[in-house]
């Protein structure tokens, strides 16, 4: 009874595998599936895949951005990620490799992700090195994902360079579209710019 009790109580109890090993599945720049196990890649964190980023001026789609960089160091190649604890959400927290090459330290040298001070100190001297030769976020102005996530956004600004596919007059900008100005948007900030901002 005590062995059954044991072995029921390591499989709910939240352990996490040592590592796995297989194709990924890119859910965005620091999260990745493998055989069905959700992995949150550790001491790093990009942008959200709805976040932008000005460099120059210009938005970009830093988010979309952190995730096709993520998917073209893994397309095609076996990853092996290697973790033994769990997130509140039930992601395994682990470093990844494609063979000798750092996942995780790859992103931030290539300013695609920052080092996540708040969970490691482990990805600093990459985050440093992006900052000085203006890698990826570093080429600009961007709010880091962990502020993003609890509301802050770029100051929108008025420019010149920016490209709005509609112009909101008698309106607000929501998205890629106008709406009325009692509505309430809940899509994220797209190409429609508001007459005066």
């Excluded at 595998?17 to 001491?43: E, K």
């Excluded at 120059?56 to 993520?70: P, R, Y």
């Excluded at 440093?128 to 709010?143: M, P, R, V, Y």
């Amino acid at each position: 009874m005590k062995l059954l009790l044991a072995i029921l109580l390591f499989f709910f109890s939240g352990a996490a595998a040592a590592d796995i090993t297989g194709p990924a599945y890119v859910i965005d720049g620091d999260t990745i599936d493998i055989s069905d196990v959700r992995i949150r890649l550790n001491g790093i964190d990009t942008p959200e895949i709805e976040q932008i980023c000005r460099t120059n001026g210009l938005i970009w789609h830093c988010g979309i951005e952190a995730t096709k960089v993520m998917r073209h160091l893994t397309k095609g190649k076996t990853v092996t990620c290697i973790g033994n604890t769990n997130d509140r959400y039930g992601r395994l927290i682990a470093n990844c490799f494609v063979g000798n090459l750092n996942l995780n330290a790859t992103m931030v040298e290539a300013g695609m992700a920052l080092a996540y001070r708040y969970y490691s100190f482990e990805y600093i001297e990459q985050e440093d090195l992006a900052k000085e030769t203006k890698q990826g976020l570093w080429s600009g102005e961007f709010i880091t994902p962990w502020n993003w996530r609890k509301g802050e956004r770029l100051p929108k600004e008025s420019n010149p360079n920016e490209v709005c596919c509609k112009i909101c007059k008698n309106s607000k900008a929501c998205g890629d579209s106008c709406i009325k100005l009692s509505y309430t948007c809940t899509k994220s900030h797209g190409c429609a710019c508001d007459a005066n901002p």
